[in-house]
C-alpha cells in the first residue's frame, strides 16, 4: 500500500546500537514546519527523550523532524541522557541543514544502559541519505522496533472540501504495554493544514479511543510518545467543526488500527480479544471492569489454554470498583451465552464458548443490565512465549 504524505520523507539504518545488527535508526522528515501535537507517559520515571520532547513542544508546537533509536531507551541514564537526546537531535539537524530545536527525539529499548550516541551521530549522513517518500516509511517501522514481529504501518485518505488528505501513522510495541496515554511508540504523519489547539484536542481525543484502550502486559512504559505531524501541504485544511469531526475520525481509524496491530503482536501472543462491556450504569464502571478483565493474568492465560473459564472473568469484574449486580450478569464468547443473569448456561454453551476461544480473534461481551454505557478493551492472551521473551531480552 502507499503509504506517502506530502511533504513527508522517511528512512530506517542499522546504526550498531541493536546486537542483531538491523535496522535501530529512523528519521521522520517534513519539508516544512509542521504544526504538532504529542501525547507521553504518566510514568513517574520518564526517559529523556520524552522530557526534550515535552519541552520543544510546549515551545514552539510546531516540529521538522523526528529521530528514533530503537535497542536502547536512554532512560535513567541521568545528565548523560538528556545530552544523548539533545546531541541525537543536532545531528539530525545539522545533516537536514534545520533548526535543532525543530527536531524532536524519540528512543525505546532496554532502560538503564547509557546510549551509544557516537553510533548515531556517524549513522545520520547516510541516513538523511536514504530519505524517501515511500520506501521510507517502511524502513523507518523496521528501524523503531524491537521485540516486534513485524512493522505496524498504516494509511488513511480523507477529504475536506473536495481536497484529498492522507494520514500514515507508524507504531512499534509489543510488550510492557498498558499505556495510560498513548502507546510505546507512535508517528503519524498527515499533510491536512490544523491549527496547534486543534490537534491537540483531537490526538487526545483519539488517542483515549485508541491506545488507551489496550494491554498486553499491564506495564507502563518510561518511554510512551504519540507524535503528530500536520504540514498542511495537500491544501486540504480544518476550519469548522465538521470539518474537526472528519479529521477526528480519520485519525481514530488510523489508531485504532495501529492500537490493535500492537495487540496482534503482542509478546507470545496467539490471539487477540475484544473486553466489551455494555448496559452499565456509567461509562467509569464499565471501563473499570473492561480494563480490569483485560489485565487479568488469570482471564489471559485462559485465553491461551483455549478455557472458557467464566469464573476468572466474573471475578476480575468483582474487584474492579464498578457497581453492578452480579446475578444480573450476562456473558458472552462472541455470540454464545455462557453466563445468564449470572448462572452457567450448561456444558453445550461451553463448549460452543470453547470453540470461539480457538480463534486468532474473538470478543467478550460482558452485559450489566445496570444502565445503558458501554466501553472496550482489546488485549491478547498470555503464553509461555511471552515469559521466554522477557526473560532473554537482556541477553
Not at 280 to 296: G, L, W
Amino acid at each position: 500500500m502507499n503509504h506517502a504524505v506530502q511533504g513527508f520523507l522517511a528512512a530506517g539504518i542499522a546504526a550498531g546500537i541493536k546486537k542483531n545488527g538491523e535496522l535501530d535508526l529512523g528519521l521522520l522528515v517534513s519539508e516544512r514546519p509542521a504544526v504538532a501535537a504529542g501525547v507521553f507517559t504518566k510514568n513517574r520515571v520518564t526517559a529523556s527523550c520524552v522530557r526534550l520532547d515535552r519541552e520543544r513542544l510546549a515551545a514552539s508546537g510546531t516540529c521538522r523532524a523526528i529521530i528514533v533509536n530503537s535497542g536502547n531507551a536512554n532512560c535513567c541514564t541521568g545528565e548523560d541522557g538528556m545530552n544523548d537526546a539533545v546531541a541525537m537531535a543536532k545531528a539530525a539537524a545539522g545533516d537536514l541543514g534545520i533548526d535543532e530545536e525543530s527536531v524532536l527525539v524519540a528512543s525505546t529499548g532496554v532502560i538503564g544502559q547509557k546510549l551509544p550516541v557516537e553510533k548515531v551521530e556517524a549513522a545520520v549522513p547516510g541516513l538523511t541519505r536514504m530519505l524517501s517518500a515511500e520506501e521510507g516509511f517502511d524502513a523507518f517501522a523496521r528501524a523503531i522496533m524491537t521485540t516486534d514481529t513485524v512493522p505496524k504501518v498504516v494509511a488513511r485518505k480523507g477529504e475536506i472540501g473536495g481536497i484529498a488528505y492522507t494520514i500514515t501513522g507508524i507504531a512499534k510495541g509489543a510488550g510492557m504495554i498498558r499505556p495510560d496515554m498513548a502507546t510505546m511508540l507512535c508517528f503519524v504523519a498527515t499533510d491536512i493544514g490544523i491549527g496547534q489547539d486543534d490537534l491537540g484536542r483531537i490526538v487526545a481525543g483519539a488517542n483515549e479511543k485508541s491506545f488507551n484502550r489496550i494491554t498486553i502486559d499491564g506495564d507502563t512504559s518510561t518511554n510512551d510518545t504519540l507524535l503528530v505531524l500536520a504540514n498542511g501541504m495537500s491544501g486540504a485544511e480544518v476550519r469548522t467543526h465538521d470539518d474537526r469531526a472528519a479529521f477526528s475520525e480519520t485519525l481514530e481509524t488510523v489508531l485504532v488500527e495501529l492500537a490493535r496491530m500492537c495487540v496482534r503482536d503482542g509478546e507470545g501472543a496467539t490471539k487477540l480479544v475484544k473486553i466489551s462491556v455494555v448496559n452499565a450504569a456509567s461509562r467509569a464502571d464499565a471501563r473499570r471492569i473492561a480494563d480490569t478483565v483485560a489485565n487479568s493474568n488469570l482471564v489471559k492465560t485462559a485465553f491461551f489454554g483455549q478455557d472458557a473459564n467464566w469464573g476468572r472473568i466474573i471475578a476480575a469484574m468483582g474487584r474492579a470498583g464498578a457497581e453492578f449486580d452480579p446475578e444480573r450478569v450476562d456473558l458472552y464468547f462472541d455470540d454464545v451465552l455462557l453466563v445468564e443473569n449470572g448462572r452457567y448456561a450448561g456444558q453445550a454453551a461451553e463448549n460452543a464458548a470453547t470453540e470461539v476461544l480457538r480463534q486468532p480473534e474473538f470478543v467478550v461481551r460482558i452485559d450489566l443490565k445496570a444502565g445503558t454505557e458501554e466501553e472496550i478493551a482489546w488485549t491478547c492472551d498470555f503464553s509461555i512465549d511471552y515469559v521466554k521473551i522477557n526473560a532473554d531480552y537482556r541477553s
